[in-house]
């Protein structure tokens, strides 16, 4: 079956630097999603990686290792705003996004 | 980015009645379109992909006869819940693939979600 593992929730201080991981395993590979999601909000986009390597865009990064099944979300600088849900998101063989749970991200003043 | 807008971003209805969410890309053509249902505390949950001029596919165990899907234009996506009840209450979303992005590129772009409570 299609699998995507992610921590349920993390905490961290404002200020700090944060990594989400996610591991995958789908029945192919064609890109790996990150998302945000503020309670009661939609999703919205923070990265896509389909080679492997890092990917920065402002205080945000994201990390793939295709041979190993896994990826992070490195978030730096914290600010209480990026309190959210993260979403690892796999998009499989079939171009169908595979989602996992989400990662609850806790930041203390 | 491409925006998608969802209406209406919340609802209350009562048990028995219908209620129609619509799903329209503002800046962009989307052929393809998706609704999920978020339960709380839960992931995102597919429950079926709609293509414009045709049926739409729903995900196992998503009743098609519950949840209307029409997507009559290349920019609006309609989900119908006929005949609410109390466990039809959810958090709705939708999204939608640019079409000149092309489809492999994946990204999708999300309305600001439907929240629908069944009395």
């Known amino acids: 079956g299609q699998n995507i593992d992610q921590p349920t929730e993390m905490t961290a201080t404002e200020g700090a630097i944060v990594q989400i991981n996610c591991t995958y395993q789908?029945?192919?590979?064609?890109?790996l999603f990150w998302y945000q999601q503020h309670a009661g909000e939609a999703p919205t986009f923070l990265s896509y990686?389909?080679l492997d390597g890092l990917e920065e865009k402002g205080r945000f990064s994201s990390f793939l290792s295709r041979s190993k099944g896994y990826s992070y979300l490195l978030l730096k600088e914290l600010q209480m705003k990026d309190s959210a849900s993260y979403l690892c998101?796999?998009?499989?063989?079939?171009?169908?996004?595979?989602w996992g749970a989400g990662t609850k991200l806790i930041i203390k003043p | 980015g491409a925006v998608v807008s969802q209406h209406p971003s919340r609802v209350i209805c009562k048990s028995g009645t219908s209620v129609k969410i619509e799903c329209r890309s503002l800046?962009?053509?989307?052929?393809?379109m998706f609704w999920y249902r978020q339960f709380p505390k839960k992931s995102l949950m597919l429950m079926a992909t709609?293509?414009?001029?045709?049926?739409?596919?729903?995900e196992q165990g998503v009743e098609k006869d519950k949840f209307l899907i029409n997507h009559a234009s290349l920019t609006l996506s309609t989900l119908t819940v006929t005949s609410a009840h109390p466990e039809d209450s959810s958090f709705y979303i939708c999204?939608?693939?640019?079409?000149?992005?092309?489809?492999?590129?994946?990204?999708?772009?999300f309305g600001e979600g439907s929240r629908l409570t069944v009395l």
């Open positions: 999204s939608a693939r640019d079409l000149m992005a092309g489809e492999n590129t994946g990204e999708l772009f």
């Open positions: 800046d962009f053509q989307a052929t393809t």
């Open positions: 709609s293509n414009e001029g045709s049926k739409a596919t729903y």
């Open positions: 789908t029945s192919g590979f064609n890109g």
């Open positions: 990686n389909v």
């Open positions: 998101a796999v998009l499989d063989s079939n171009y169908q996004l595979i």
